[in-house]
């Protein structure tokens, strides 16, 4: 009774309607990241008053709820390099942190413009980078992987801390394009590196009471089966699949970006 007490306040179409997001979210986030472009959106139309860093954190619950599941799935079929992966994971939680304890004091609207080139460069470079991350392109020596990871991780982290959108595409394609590797392997890594900054952040909003219990709850429950459905796909159809659904996942980020820029 007291669990459904949680959903009280909502109506059975807000419920619905998250419900689906979720799943969806969850399914592509699992294979190439991106989720947060339709979860989060779903949460902002559906809750339009509520202020953004308890949508930010209701978003992160369900996030890392998916993305754990993701992550372990891959972690059955992929070896990973745990010192590397360590590593990346210590920079990506503490870049999180920060970017968290900044979200109130940053205009990500100024940042968009930036964004979105960025993004437009992404999509032209994978689209005719035919071969990009179908097999491992680079051998670093271990020490020059833990420096650019590193630095993914900082990067990347941060910008996960304080917005979000898109973090997983950003961290698979640095570690496809930077460290060579399969997009199979880079979405493993995304899976274990997006956690941590997810958990990071969560530390931020849960202890300034940023969350909707309710609907964190819903979403995360829909967001698992999303990326155990998704992660399993992934891992079955290999990295053209994935490259396919990358190449997908920028190009409705660039379609967003452009929106929020120059019509909305």
Known sequence: ???????????????????????????????????GLIQLPALLIQF????????????KIAALSGT????????????????????IALFAFAASYMGAKV???VNVNALKPIILVILILIAVYTFFKKELGHVQTKTLSL????VYGSLIGAIVGFYDGFFGPGTGSFLVLGFV????????????????????TNVSALFVFVRQGNYLLGIAILMSASNILGNVIGSRLALKKGNSYIRILFLVIVTLMIARYGYDIFFK
């Open 177 to 196: 394009v930077i460290l060579g590797f399969e997009f199979v392997t880079a979405s493993a890594y995304a899976k274990v590196i997006n956690c941590m």
């Open 1 to 35: 009774m007291v669990l459904l007490d949680l959903f009280s306040d909502y109506s059975a179409v807000t419920l619905l309607l998250l419900t689906v997001f979720a799943f969806l979210a969850g399914f592509i986030d699992a294979a190439v990241g991106g989720g």
């Open 48 to 59: 339009h008053d509520t202020p953004l860093p308890t949508l930010f954190g209701t978003n």
């Open 68 to 87: 754990s599941v993701a992550a372990y799935q891959y972690s059955k079929r992929i070896r990973f390099n745990f010192k590397l992966l360590v590593v």
């Open 103 to 105: 979200v109130s004091h």
């Open 143 to 146: 020490a020059k992987q833990l």
